[in-house]
C-alpha cells in the first residue's frame, strides 16, 4: 500500500523549524521544499508527470536482484571519480545557515566511508572543492587572500583535519584555484590603485617603488574595450574579463608567476592532491598558444614538486581547441563537449536531432583521438552539469530514466568522471540565474540538520525528487543508480582506463557497443538508449564466451545473456568480459 504524505514547507515554516540558526538572515531567499506525493518507500510517485510508465513501489523495490557484484579493483592513480562539492550550499556544521568545511567532514562518508566491507557510500574517490579562500562573494571565485580558508567556511585547522579524513579514506582532494583574477579587495590590486591614484599629473609608475602594478593589465586608454575599468580615481583603467570586482592577473610577470608558485606550494604542502584551474581560456584572452604556454608553467611547477599531482582545467571550448590546450602537458581537460543540454551526451539520451547512439559511441572515440593528438597520456575528464550549467534533471525536462541513463552513460565513460553535488539525487536547477544552480543539497524534509540556506540571490526552486535520506533507502532511485554505476567502475579498471573501439556491426539508431582494452584485459560495453527492450546477438560480432560482469538498468529489471544474445531492458548498460 501506498501511504501519500503531503509534505509542504512553505517559506515561514522553515524558518520556524530552523528556529534561531538564521538571525540576520530572514530576508534570505529560502528554497521552498514541496515534495508533491511521496509513498512511504520515499520513492516519488510522480502521478501526473510520469512519462516513463514506471510503476516504482515499495513491494518491487524490495526484490531487486542483482547477482553481479564483484570485488573492487580500484587502481591508485589519477583515474578518478570526482564529486564536485559547492561548499555554501553542501553541509552546515555551526548553524549559520552556510556550509563549511567541518560539515564535508560530517558527510565524508556518503561520499566515500573508506571501508570495502561496508555498501554505504557512493564511491567516489576523488573530490574537487569550489574555491574555499577569503572572498568577498557567495561564489569565492575573486580570492583576497590565497593563504586562507574563508571564515564562512572555517579555518586552516578545519582543512587540515578534512586532508586528513580524505587521505585515510583514500579520497583525491583537488581544490579551485582561480589565478586569470584576483578580487579588487586583495592587497595587490588595493595597493596597485593607492599607488596610481598617489601619482601626479604625467609621472610614469615606477615598478621598483610599486611592483604591484605589474601584477594586474593597467593601461592609460581602455580602447573602447567593454572589460576595462577605471581603476580608482586614477588616469589608469585595469582588465577585469569577468566582472569590476574581478581585475586580470598580469599572468606573463614573472613576479605574479613566482606568487602562484609559491600558493601552489602551499596548498600542495598542506596535502592537497592538485588543482583545478578556473578560466583557463581567459587568461590571455584570445591568445589560445599564450593560455597554453601558462598551463604548461603551471604543470611542470606543480609536478616538480609532487610528480603525482593532479589538474584540470576549465577550457570552456570544442574540441580541437581542447587537444591544442593538451599539448601544455596538463593531465586534464574538462570535456566541455559532452556536457550541457545540447552535449553529446544528453542530446544522445534525447535523441536531439540526429543523435543515434552509434553516433555516441563514434563521436567520442574521434574526441579521445583528437584529444590523443595534444598528449597521448591526457586523462579525460567528462561530465554532464557543473556549478555553470543546468542540472541533468532540467536537461533531460525531469524524466527520469533518461536522467538515469545519462548519468549511467557519464560513469561509463573513459577518464576521470565529474559528478556535481546533487546530480545523485536528480536535484532541479532553475533557468539561466547562477544562484538556482547552486542550491541546498538536499539531505532531507524531515531533518533540516546540516541544510544550508540558499544563495541569497537565489529563487524557489521546487525540488522534484525525493531528498537523498529517502532516495537511499529506496534501491530503484536514481542514488542507488549512481551507486551501482560508481560501484561498477571501481569494479572494472579497464571502463576508465581502456583504449576504445566502436563494435560497428552490433551498433545502431538505439544500440551502442564498444570494446576497451585495458592492460591485455578485455571489456565489452553494451548500450540499449531506448525505452524499448532490445536484443543484441553478440556473437554477430564474434563475441563468444563472455559472462555478464554488471550492469545498470532504470527500473529494476534484468539483463540476460544466453546463447550469445543480450536482452537489454530500456536504458540499460551491460559490462561483459
Ligand atoms: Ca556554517
Ligand atoms: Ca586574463
Known sequence: MKKKIIVLISYLALILVLGGCNKAETDKAKPEVITEEINDNG????????????????????????KYVQELNIIDDNYRNFYEIFVYSFYDSDGDGIGDINGIISKLDYINDGDDSTDSDL???GIWLMPIMPSTTYHKYDVKDYYNIDPQYGTLEDFKKLIKECKARDIKLIIDLVFNHTSAQHPWFTQAVNYLESLKEGEEPDLTVCPYVGYYNFAKENNGSNTYYRAGKSDYYYEGVFWDQMPDLNLGNEQVRKEIENIAKFWLDLGVDGFRLDAAKEFYSGEKQRNVDVLKWFTDYVQSVNEDAYIVAEVWEEEAAISTYYESGIPSLFNFPLSQHDGLITSTVRKLGTSTAKKFAKSFVSLYEKYSEGNTEFIDAPFISNHDTTRISAQCVNNEDQMKMAAGMLLTMNGSPYVYYGEEIGMNSMGSKDENKRLPMQWSITDTTGITDAPEAADKVTQKFSPADEQMKNPLSIYNYYKRAIRIRNENPEIARGKVSVIEELSSEDICAVKKVYEGSEV??????????????????GLTDLTIRGYLSVDGSEVSLADNKVTLPKYSIVILK
Open 43 to 66: 520513492t516519488d510517485t510522480k502521478e501526473e508527470t510520469d512519462d516513463n510508465g514506471t510503476d516504482v513501489n515499495s513491494e518491487t523495490a524490495a526484490e531487486v536482484p542483482y
Open 123 to 125: 564511491g567516489f574517490n
Open 524 to 541: 565489452i560495453i553494451i548500450y540499449n538508449i531506448s525505452n524499448e527492450e532490445k536484443m543484441v546477438a553478440i556473437g554477430d560480432a
